[in-house]
């Protein structure tokens, strides 16, 4: 199996599962936001492998990779990167509880204000 066989089959797939699921969810902000953890991911990640590559921690056999690479880390894991980020955020959205700050904004506040319930009202009936 290569490297974008795997990617295909294990983290697209469920990218696009998880992608139809919380469709209702996905906003702008999600929209907004997404690119720029990608591009953290990226810049965090991609120096990081390039230099455990280099020591020979790990490794991508000829054949199973599409051959192209960015320093020494080839564009297949790059694109592991920006998958991975792209299901993490999917997965959270998954998971918060429905009315919780999501991509769609912050969440409205539920309780009242303190001219509401009394505080800052001293003195006054």
């Not at 469920?14 to 469709?23: D, I, K, N, T, Y």
């Not at 953290?40 to 051959?67: C, K, N, Q």
């Amino acid at each position: 199996m290569t490297y974008a066989q795997f990617l295909l089959t294990f983290v697209l797939v469920p990218v696009g599962v998880l992608a139809f699921a919380v469709r209702r969810r996905v906003g702008r902000w999600w929209f907004r936001g997404l690119p720029v953890v990608i591009f953290l991911a990226v810049t965090y990640t991609g120096p990081w492998d390039h230099f455990i590559i280099s020591e020979g921690v790990w490794g991508y056999p000829p054949g199973r990779i599409w051959g192209p690479t960015i320093g020494l880390v080839p564009l297949e894991e790059y694109g592991f990167f920006v998958l991975q980020t792209t299901f993490t955020s999917l997965l959270l959205l998954l998971f918060l509880p429905a009315g919780h700050a999501t991509a769609q904004g912050p969440a409205p506040q539920s309780h009242p204000s303190p001219s509401a319930s009394g505080v800052g009202n001293r003195g006054q009936k």
